[in-house]
């Protein structure tokens, strides 16, 4: 998996006054956690867009201004309710030899012939997977591929264990699958409508005929 560097100073103080001191001037409260024991350091807000901002998965090296170099992986993230401002970051330390337990996002490969020929839409109810592994087999993201994908067919989460990392998620958990779509639902509503309106025509002419002439004879 690929990892963010995010240098880090030490904090002096964790109080509220240091602490709102520290985002004036542009930098986020942190924590880091999972070993021995705890830092709190802050770093430049800037310094976390690649990480906080994306849709993919990384682990993190936090170097301190004492050169201290720790791996990591992002906890839990505080935002400003209104700015969106990041406020609070929690980071978990990584251990080569600890299991970890982690959000992979999903990536889609391939063409599902129930969407290419039959007209169905693909629906990935599953973006994300969490995963438990070593440090080392954190897969950047887990390919999913769809191209034996029917109309109504579903893929599951038991269709993608593998040896490096373990899916957390139940066996039946679907991850993505071929509905049909709305367009070709009302569609077929609309034929079996017209359907229906064609037969009721066609009854209602000869009954009217039949009247005529009964009619004439009188």
Not at 61 to 67: A, N, P, Q
Not at 132 to 143: A, C, E, G, V
Not at 174 to 190: F, G, M, N, P
């Amino acid at each position: 998996m690929k990892s963010i560097t995010i240098n880090g100073s030490k904090r002096e103080s964790v109080g509220k006054v240091a602490t709102k001191a520290l985002r004036n001037a542009g930098r986020v409260p942190c924590v880091l956690y999972g070993g021995g024991e705890s830092y709190h350091f802050s770093a430049q807000e800037l310094d976390f867009k690649k990480l906080v901002y994306t849709p993919n998965a990384h682990t993190v090296e936090i170097v301190l201004d004492d050169k201290t170099k720790i791996n990591a992986i992002l906890q839990d993230i505080q935002f400003h309710p209104l700015t969106d401002k990041i406020l609070h970051v929690d980071f978990y330390q990584l251990f080569d030899d600890k299991e970890i337990s982690m959000n992979i996002p999903v990536k889609i490969e391939g063409s599902a012939p129930g969407v290419l020929n039959s007209g169905g839409v693909l629906s990935i109810n599953k973006r994300k997977l969490r995963v438990k592994s070593l440090p080392k087999n954190l897969p950047d993201f887990i390919t999913v591929d769809i191209s034996s994908l029917e109309l109504g067919n579903k893929l599951y989460t038991s269709e993608l264990q593998n040896d490096s990392y373990t899916i957390l998620h139940p066996d039946n958990t679907v991850v993505c699958q071929v509905r049909t779509s709305r367009a070709s639902i009302k569609e077929e509503d609309l034929e079996a409508e017209e359907a229906a309106e064609s037969e009721v025509s066609s009854e209602t002419p000869a009954k009217e005929g039949g009247e005529s002439e009964t009619k004439s004879e009188e």
